[in-house]
Every structure is written in C-alpha cells, then in structure tokens.
C-alpha cells in the first residue's frame, strides 16, 4: 500500500508514474508552446505556456550537444536569445521548457557544418547531416572502407548490439566503470565481445532490458532493432516530466501496447516521424 501526505501550501499539479493530483479546478494538461531558430551563430526562440503565460529563467535548458549553454531570455516577453561558438562541425541544439505542473517540451535544431559527406554512400542521403553529425561525434562509424573509402549502409538495419554501443557513446556512459554484476542474460555468451560491456553498462542503467524466451531473460544481440524498441530506449534517456502526445499514423494500432506512449512521445517533439 502507497501513503502520500502533502504538506505546505501554493498551487499546481503533482504527477506520480499515472496518478495526477491537482488543486486546480481544471488540470493543466498543455504542454510549452516552444519555437525555435538559427541565424548565422544565434540563438532565437519563443516560450509560452496556456496556463502559466510566460515562463521563468528556472523552466528552461539550453543545451548544445548535450551541454548546457549560456542565455539571454526575457520572462516578460518569453524571448530567449543565445550566441554559439562555431566549432567546425555539426551541432545539435535544444530547447526544453517544463511548466508549474511538470508538463514538458523540447525542441531542437541540427546546425550541419558545410563539407564533404561523413561515408560516401551518404552524399545524397536524406539522413546525411544526421549522420554526419554522429558521425562528428564518434556515435557512429563506417562499415567498410574500400578505395579509400568509408561507408556507412544507410539503408541497411541496426542490431540490438550495435545499438546499445551506440547508446552509450551518446550519452558518454564509460561501459568499463560498471559491473553489471546484477545483470544476467541466458544468452549473454551469443553478444560479440566488443558489444558486450555496453550491452551490461545500458541494461544495468535500465535502458535497455532483455525479452522472456524458453531460455529465460535473453538479449537477442543479432536481432534488428525495431521503431517501438527504439522509441522505448529513447525515451528512457529522456528526463522526466508529463508529455502527452496522438499517434498521427494510419498504422497506430499496430503499434505494440507497452511502446504507445513512448511512440507518441517522441512523435509529439519531432524525433520520431511516419
């Protein structure tokens, strides 16, 4: 059985997992309305909120390739304004903004740098400045090299393995500094040798878990990982705080029950697409 007893005074909302309390009359449900631009190395954006107006300097994060970055903003206007260092490569940018009530919302911007493709088999790719700016990054690397050459296989699937490595490297999580004595797999033997510690490292931090077979709890190392996975693991990485979203696809019913409202979460920021 779960006691809460709440103390003190104010107003607002307080979400726990599922449960939603309020004082409010009406439940503030609404998410920031955020926007945000580039323009040769500034940082322009709006913030608001339905129910809060114009939020505080305290609500919003600006990050530039996960790092928080320095601002102007204005709490009487909602005008947030940012220079960036150039850096010779690609750059991710990103807004978040979180109301009295814990609603959430992020935007963000890929600055691509100007230059010669990451691999050659991504020149006229529709997901070149992603990749090259992962790329920038170490997150991702070529396949092969032939002639000189570095490819990357765009168009080809991403295992469970090979995901996990990925992860990690993103959000600079040093898999030798873990143990991951508590985590097990019945096929922890099937993971290649230079996925395994990240494999551990992401499934220790709860990013990533394994699937019940007649084996018991395996990782499946080899198996393409699919969008509902994906957008799973994704939003673990994510801070929390309520973000509430549609599934705007003709296929939403196909999408798995324990990965709905991962999958339109991530489809209501714009990470994640039909």
Known sequence: MLGLRIAGSG???LWLDQLLLSREETADLEAPVLSLTEHEGQISA???DLYDGFLQERDLVLTQDGVR??????????VLRADLP???????????????SGNRNSVSLL?????????????????????????????????????????????????RAEFAVMLCRWLG??????TAEAVI?????????????SVLAAAELGLLQGSDTDRGLCFLPEDALTRAQAAVILSRTMPGGRMEGDLPYPDAGEVPTWA???????SFMGVMNG
Do not use: C
């Open 11 to 13: 107003s607002g909302s």
């Open 86 to 100: 150039e850096t010779g490569r690609s750059r991710h940018v990103m807004l978040t903004a979180v109301d009295r």
């Open 46 to 48: 709006q913030v608001w």
């Open 173 to 178: 999580i040093d898999p030798a500094e873990r």
């Open 260 to 266: 709905r409202s991962y999958v339109a979460q991530l």
């Open 69 to 78: 970055t320095d601002f102007d903003y204005d709490p009487e206007t909602g």
């Open 185 to 197: 797999f019945a096929d922890e033997a099937d993971i290649p040798f230079w996925a395994r510690e």
């Open 111 to 159: 600055i691509e740098r100007e230059g010669d493709a990451a691999f050659a088999d991504v020149t006229d790719h529709w997901a070149r400045s992603y990749v090259d700016y992962l790329a920038g990054l170490g997150v991702v690397e070529g396949k092969s090299e032939a002639e000189g050459l570095s490819w990357y296989d765009p168009n080809g699937t991403v295992t």
